[in-house]
């Protein structure tokens, strides 16, 4: 077993700068800018298609994402802008060079 590593300035700096970060995309916003299905969107966001189509839904069934749901669309939206700016060994620790 290795020993953790140390957590220093830098790291305390970049993980006050990751627990204040406010990365969201709403589902519409997501829907509105990418043509994708409701089915790719329960996948990236981790749900099932009848969630998804509850976020689109007016009225009685209407239901609001909830912030995970956001964060994953607005991390699929940056992955899929500016795939071929991230580095390597950035896309393979996201699993999305293999």
């Not at 990751?18 to 329960?42: H, I, L, R, S």
Request: charged share 25%; with cysteine; proline share 6%.
């Amino acid at each position: 077993m290795t020993k953790p590593r140390p957590i220093g300035p830098r790291e305390l700096r970049l993980i006050e700068q990751f627990a204040n970060c406010q990365v969201e995309m709403t589902p519409k916003d997501f829907y509105a800018k990418w043509a994708v299905t409701y089915a790719q969107m329960a996948q990236l966001c981790h749900c099932d298609i009848a969630t998804v189509s509850r976020w689109f839904t007016r009225g009685r069934n209407e239901r609001a994402s909830r912030p995970h749901h956001r964060w994953y669309l607005a991390l699929a939206d940056i992955m899929l802008e500016c795939y071929e700016d991230i580095p390597t060994t950035l896309l393979n620790r996201l699993c999305l060079g293999q």
